[in-house]
């Protein structure tokens, strides 16, 4: 366990295109699904007193969300969020878009100055929307941030980066190409189908989970240089996530649980 909490930096790059999708699947992360039925009409409009703001929820959490998507602007003013727009802060410098401006910039709201971690900061967490057109300057972002992290220093020691990648548009065969959970095997007697144990992002509690879609996932990188269990991976890359890394299964709504537990808002999930 670390001696002073993290403070978060989530990169989402959303291949997602239609606003309906976009909102959707950003309200899974947060584990937001209420407000985001509220918002799509849904639901009554007289329970808006019914949706907990993300700081209520965590703990007092500090959290701010940087996008230029209007629809996902209005969500996140909805559960609580400070709303940036990302073309100010890519403004900020002198370039179209400086992936070394932006990251600086970013670093700044999360109280990250020069390589050193200030004892306040205005955010514990940011979470960076980054849409399909503007996907490809994840890459570069990502290097520019590291560049500032070097290992040893207090950047590095109090950052918390994850990278989350979505998908894009998905059709009826992508369900048996791109599965999570490998096919049931054959020959199982159908008397004992009942004991083949489940996986624990399937259920909710004791609840066995309705929802959850079990082909083309969010892809989750995550790094911080002052943990202890780490896996081999070294580059970014999908050969190396798939060869090397810890992988696991989550549901998208424990995502945000997992990021509050590392900022000492949140207990472990799971534990």
């Known amino acids: 366990m670390a001696d002073k909490p993290s403070r978060a930096l989530v990169l989402y790059g959303d291949a997602e295109t239609e606003d309906e999708r976009i909102v959707r699947e950003f ?91 200030l004892d306040m900061s205005l955010y514990d967490s940011v979470f960076v929307h980054i849409g399909g057109d503007n996907v490809g300057t994840v890459d570069s972002l990502i290097g520019s941030i590291m560049r500032m992290s070097q290992p040893g220093s207090e950047t590095a020691s109090r950052l918390h980066l994850s990278v989350v990648l979505s998908y894009g548009s998905v059709t009826d065969k992508d369900v048996s190409v791109f599965p999570v959970k490998n096919t049931p095997q054959e020959g199982i007697n159908p008397a004992f189908q009942g004991l083949v144990p489940r996986q624990s992002y399937t259920m909710r509690g004791e609840k066995t989970r309705d929802n959850v879609r079990d082909y083309c996932p969010m892809l989750v990188a995550q790094w911080q240089d002052a943990v202890t269990r780490k896996d081999l991976v070294d580059t970014l890359s999908f050969e190396a996530l798939k060869k090397l890394s810890g992988s696991l299964v989550i549901p998208a709504d424990r995502f945000i649980h997992e990021v509050a537990f590392k900022l000492w808002k949140a207990p472990k999930y799971g534990a």
């Open 27 to 117: 309200a899974h992360l947060l584990d937001a699904s209420e407000a985001y039925t509220l918002a799509s009409g849904l639901k009554a409009n007289g329970s808006e007193n019914e949706i907990s703001t993300l700081s209520e929820r965590f703990m007092g959490i500090m959290a701010a969300l940087v996008t230029d998507n209007s629809s996902l602007t209005s969500f996140g003013k909805m559960i609580g969020l400070d709303v940036l727009q990302l073309n100010e802060i890519h403004q900020k410098s002198d370039d179209s878009f400086s992936s070394d401006a932006t990251a600086t910039e970013l670093l700044r709201l999360l109280g990250f100055e020069g390589g050193k971690c």
